[in-house]
């Protein structure tokens, strides 16, 4: 079946730095690709999204580009601030079958930026 | 509109009681997904619907478990029987209908259960 796997966590960086997230996947088919982020206190929401080999999703200053070619989808950001602290899932969608809108999550990043 | 709702926010309950969890959707969304949590974990797929009709279940969803969209508005999902292993999360999202926006999920809160 679908699978996500994120690296593991928690991340902790200073104001400023880079940050990569990695994101790899194993699907049948052609999935899309997405980016949830829960703040502390707050649901899930969704933060960029690929639909197709190649695409780049970006928003917030973050991005992340789907490569078939190494089943991956990994999240930069090239200057974290404070606010960015947060649980970062990576996500995939299957249209296959039956599982229409089903989201297949990884375990979640946590992220703590320090000023 | 307020975006997904989710009732209770917390629950504590016995083992062996049952449970009773509301969500309300957005409201022009016509697919609503249900998903548990646990610690440090992604959330896992449940169930979702389409309007009222119940059009996949995961295999997580064992008998104990049932879930209803009547008129195709709020859902609720009630647990039978609890057990210490039901303690999770358990996240409601909404969707409109069309492909690719069905995966542009709006999450609510959750409800934390913990079951004593």
């Known amino acids: 079946g679908d699978s996500v796997t994120q690296m593991e966590g928690p991340v902790t960086l200073s104001e400023e730095a880079f940050l990569t997230i990695n994101c790899t996947y194993t699907?049948?088919?052609?999935?899309?690709l997405f980016w949830y982020v829960q703040y502390p206190g707050e649901g899930l929401q969704l933060l960029l999204k690929?639909?197709?080999?190649?695409d780049k999703g970006s928003n917030k200053g973050f991005e992340a580009t789907y490569r078939k070619e190494t089943t991956s989808f990994h999240l930069e950001k090239g200057s974290v601030q404070v606010s960015d602290s947060a649980v970062y899932f990576c996500?995939?969608?299957?249209?296959?079958?039956?599982?229409?809108?089903?989201?297949?999550f990884g375990q979640g990043t946590i992220l703590t930026v320090h000023p | 509109d307020t975006g997904v709702s989710q009732n209770p926010r917390h629950k504590i309950t016995k083992r062996g009681q049952n449970v009773t969890f509301r969500c309300d959707p957005i409201?022009?969304?016509?697919?609503l997904y249900w998903y548990r949590q646990t610690l440090g974990q992604g959330p896992e797929f449940l169930t979702y619907?389409?309007?009222?009709?119940?059009?996949?279940k995961s295999r997580l969803l064992s008998d104990r478990f049932s879930a209803e969209r009547p008129k195709g508005s709020f859902s609720t999902l009630e647990i039978q029987r609890t057990e210490q292993g039901d303690s999770a999360m358990y996240l409601c999202?909404?969707?409109?209908?069309?492909?690719?926006?069905?995966?542009?999920?709006?999450f609510g809160p959750g409800t934390r259960l913990t079951v004593t």
């Open positions: 999202a909404s969707s409109s209908q069309t492909q690719l926006s069905s995966y542009e999920q709006y």
């Open positions: 699907a049948t088919g052609y999935p899309s």
């Open positions: 690929a639909t197709k080999a190649d």
């Open positions: 996500a995939l969608g299957n249209a296959g079958g039956t599982s229409y809108g089903k989201l297949t």
């Open positions: 409201s022009e969304h016509n697919r």
């Open positions: 619907f389409q309007n009222e009709a119940q059009l996949e």
